[in-house]
Structures are given as C-alpha cells and as structure tokens.
C-alpha cells in the first residue's frame, strides 16, 4: 500500500550492492532518517525508467534533505522507487 508522505527524508547513507541473481546489475541502496529520526530505505534498479529520478539524490549524497517521498510500506519503513524526488534547500 503506497502512503503519500509529507515527511522531509535525509540521506544518512548510500552503498551499492549487486543483484542476487548474479546478473551483473547493481542495486543503488538509498538510506534516510525523517525528520523524527526513524530510519527508512529504498533500492533502485538501474534497469527501470524511475532509476532517473534518482540520479540528483544520488549525486547530491549523504546530507541531502528531499521531500515527496511516498511510502511503500510504512511498517517496513521503505520508500517508493517510483517517487519524485524534490530537495529541500
């Protein structure tokens, strides 16, 4: 179930790590804090059209604020590869 948040999300850590079915594609794992300091992820598949959006977050690294996140799960605290991301300057 996809939640809309209207949480600020900031970048605490970034790692790649290759695929599990030994194809060669490596996943760009993305990890944030809120602004009450919960911690949540996401995995980003270079292979898939959303991979874009990601790319500013990417760049911009650890520290970076972003809103317009959505959640994928909020129990599991993992963000929505299929969101926009926007930074908050």
Same mark, same amino acid.
């Given at each position: *179930?996809?939640v809309e948040s209207l949480r600020r999300?900031?970048?605490?850590? *970034? $790692?790649?790590?290759?695929? %599990? ?9 993305? #990890? #944030? ?7 949540? $992820?996401?995995?980003? !598949?270079?292979? *898939?059209?959303?991979?874009? %959006? ?5 760049? %911009?690294?650890?520290?970076?604020t972003w809103e317009g996140l959505n959640l994928w799960s909020f129990k *599991?605290?993992?963000? !929505?590869? !299929? ?7």
């Amino acid at each position: *179930m996809k939640v809309e948040s209207l949480r600020r999300f900031i970048v605490t850590g *970034m $790692k790649k790590e290759e695929s %599990r079915h030994g194809s060669g594609v490596f996943f760009q794992y993305i #990890f #944030f804090k809120d602004e009450e300091g919960t911690a949540y $992820k996401t995995h980003i !598949d270079p292979r *898939m059209g959303n991979a874009s %959006r990601w790319k500013p977050v990417v760049e %911009r690294g650890v520290g970076g604020t972003w809103e317009g996140l959505n959640l994928w799960s909020f129990k *599991m605290k993992i963000i !929505d590869a !299929d969101s926009f991301p926007k930074e908050v300057k």
